[in-house]
């Protein structure tokens, strides 16, 4: 009899939890993220997806270029939903290795063809532009160079900053060899670093380093700056665009794309969808100081409008930025890694 009991409070409780839909007995939507983006510019639109569409997020943080390889190597067996990568390279790496699936064109029909990958697999979130910072107290408006080929030349010798063992410093490089071939991009690597370039370890000591005059010019990606003027609207410099279609305007981006293999395929599109929605992108411009993907987005008061910088940015193949390795064998033939 009190086993009977004991089996009849069971049937009770689970009749009971099912009722009251108590957590446990719940089954939740959970997306498996890898992300080469770092948690601190992420994660607020990651927990207001989730809020908002009550699917979790568990998600992995790391280098792009190694969850890239940690993707392939996965394979079949991969856990990921979505990769979100730090840049165009990652993304076109991951296309041809067969690791990502085509995305509906509605998600990118109506974007510039900056923002655009020819294999239909992945979208960017957002432009990461590359732009030069200077002084404007020790740069007149008829110094300012027009290619980022003018800083060999004798006017810039010692005045300019670049940082060869960074990851942008190199996307932009791979994409100077896309446009240029190889043996006109090692000219100006080699040029450079005879007029006297002063190699920084990133970008952001490369800003400092021309507000406290050890350099004029510095060679780097486009939010830097506006993350120092948001808390100190006089810092002292000032960034521009190379002439229209300079390969030293190169818009990266960020970008994400659904795993050929992904366990939850509907919600992952839901969340590239929110990515891409005005709310997010007011976020990343607003907020993280990178250029928005679609125009209608409020600009950030720091940056170039979004029509000046489709007018100045050059059109390459975004996909074919993962030619890394090759980029890495000229650095090294330069001597400058």
Known sequence: MQRALSGLVVLILIAAAGYLGLSSFQQTDTLTLYSGRGESMV????????????????????DTAQLAVLLQEEGEQTPADLFWGQDAGAMGALAKGNQLQPLPESLYADLPAIYKSNTGEWVAVTGRARTFVYSPERVSEDGMPESVFDLTGEAYEGRVGWAPTNGSFQSFVTAMRHRHGDERTLQWLEAMDANGAKRFRNNSSQVEGVADGEIDFGLVNNYYLPRYKANDPDFPAEQAFFAPD????????????????????????????????????????????????????????????FESLLEVAPEINLDELEDLEGTLDLLREADLI
């Open 43 to 62: 994660k607020p639109m990651i927990e207001r997806f989730e809020e908002k569409t009550g699917i979790n997020i568990d998600v992995r943080y790391g």
């Open 246 to 305: 300079d390969i030293g305007n190169l818009v990266n981006v960020a970008g994400i794309g659904l795993i050929k293999d992904a366990g939850n395929p509907e919600e992952a599109l839901e969340f590239i969808r929110f990515l891409l929605s005005s709310e997010a992108q007011s976020y990343f411009t607003q907020t993280v100081h990178e250029y928005p993907v679609q125009s209608d987005v409020e600009r950030n008061e720091n940056l170039q409008s």
